[in-house]
C-alpha cells in the first residue's frame, strides 16, 4: 500500500482498531459464529487486525503472503470464508469512515481509492486461495475414493481378488489397471479374480476396459480370471458380440476361487 496511507493507518491505529472491533462483532451475529466463545472470537479478531495491519505496510504480493498462513490456519480449523471477506469490508467501511472526518477533500479521495483497491485485491485473493484450496480438497478425497473402489485382495497365495462395484469410466479404468498391476507385482500373485459382481452395466467400453485389463495382467506373468457373470450381463455382451473368449469367465466367485486353485494345483477341502 501507498505510503501516504501507510502513514495514515499507523496514526489512526488505535481509533481504527476500537471502530473495526466493533464491526467484527457485529459480523459475529451475521455469520452465526455465536456458538465460539467470546474469549476465542476476541482473540482471532485480534490476530486479524494484526495481521492485516502488518500486510498493509507492505507490497500487495507480500500482504497477501502474509494473511495466506493465518486464514488458511483458520479455515482448516472451521472458521468460514465469508469472516475475513466480510472483515476485509468491515475494514475498509472503517478507515473510510475515519477519513470521512478529516477536511481535505482531495486527500479524503485519494486514500479512498487506495484503500478501495487495496481491500478489493486482497478478498480476491482470498477467494481465489480458498477456491484453489477447496478444489485440491475435493480431487484428493476423489482419488482416495477411486483407489478404495478398485482394492486388490490376496485371498490364498498366489491368487487375488478384485472386485469392483458401480460405474466404470475411463478414469477408473486407469486405476484399475494400475492398481492390477503393482497388486499383482506386490503379491507375487499367478491368478487374478476380477468381480464384476458389482457393476450394474457392462457395455462396449466396459468390457473393452476389462478385457485390457487382463491382458496387462497376462504380460507380466498372471492369469486373469472374470468372476460374478449375471445372467442380464452374459446377455448383454453376447448380444452387442463381445469376445471375452481370451480369459476364462465363471458365474460366481467362489467358483472362479476353485478354477483359480485348481490352475495351482490346489483344491479347498472340508474339514
Not at 478478498?123 to 478398485?150: C, F, R
Request: glycine share 6%.
Amino acid at each position: 500500500m501507498e505510503s501516504f496511507i501507510v502513514s495514515f493507518v499507523n496514526e489512526k491505529k488505535d481509533e481504527l482498531v476500537k471502530q473495526w472491533e466493533s464491526e467484527l462483532h457485529q459480523i459475529r451475529s451475521e455469520i452465526y459464529l455465536d456458538k465460539i466463545s467470546d474469549d476465542l472470537f476476541l482473540r482471532t479478531s485480534q490476530e486479524f487486525m494484526e495481521h492485516t495491519f502488518a500486510a498493509i505496510q507492505t507490497s500487495q504480493q507480500e500482504a497477501g503472503e502474509r494473511l495466506a498462513p493465518f486464514t488458511e490456519r483458520l479455515i482448516q480449523g472451521g472458521w468460514p470464508l465469508i469472516y475475513f471477506t466480510k472483515g476485509l469490508q468491515a475494514f475498509r467501511r472503517t478507515v473510510l469512515a475515519v477519513l470521512a472526518e478529516e477536511k481535505d477533500l482531495q486527500q479524503v479521495l485519494k486514500y479512498f481509492y487506495e484503500v478501495e483497491e487495496w481491500v478489493d485485491r486482497m478478498v480476491n485473493e482470498l477467494v481465489h486461495d480458498y477456491t484453489g484450496s477447496w478444489e485440491d480438497t475435493i480431487e484428493m478425497q476423489k482419488l482416495s475414493l477411486l483407489e478404495l473402489s478398485a482394492p486388490l485382495m490376496p485371498v490364498f497365495e498366489g491368487v487375488t481378488v478384485m472386485p469392483l462395484i458401480g460405474t466404470i469410466d475411463t478414469q477408473r479404468a486407469k486405476l484399475i489397471m494400475e492398481n492390477l498391476l503393482d497388486g499383482v507385482i506386490k503379491h507375487r500373485s499367478q491368478v487374478v479374480l476380477i468381480d464384476i459382481t458389482g457393476v450394474p452395466v457392462v457395455d462396449t467400453m466396459v468390457a473393452h476396459h476389462i478385457i485390457q485389463a487382463a491382458e496387462a495382467v497376462r504380460l507380466v506373468g498372471a492369469q486373469c480370471i472374470l468372476v460374478g457373470i449375471r445372467p442380464e450381463i452374459a446377455q448383454t455382451i453376447v448380444n452387442l458380440g463381445i469376445n471375452l473368449q481370451q480369459f476364462p469367465t465363471k458365474s460366481t466367485l467362489q467358483k472362479g476361487i476353485e478354477a483359480a486353485l485348481e490352475q495351482l494345483g490346489k483344491k479347498m477341502v472340508d474339514k
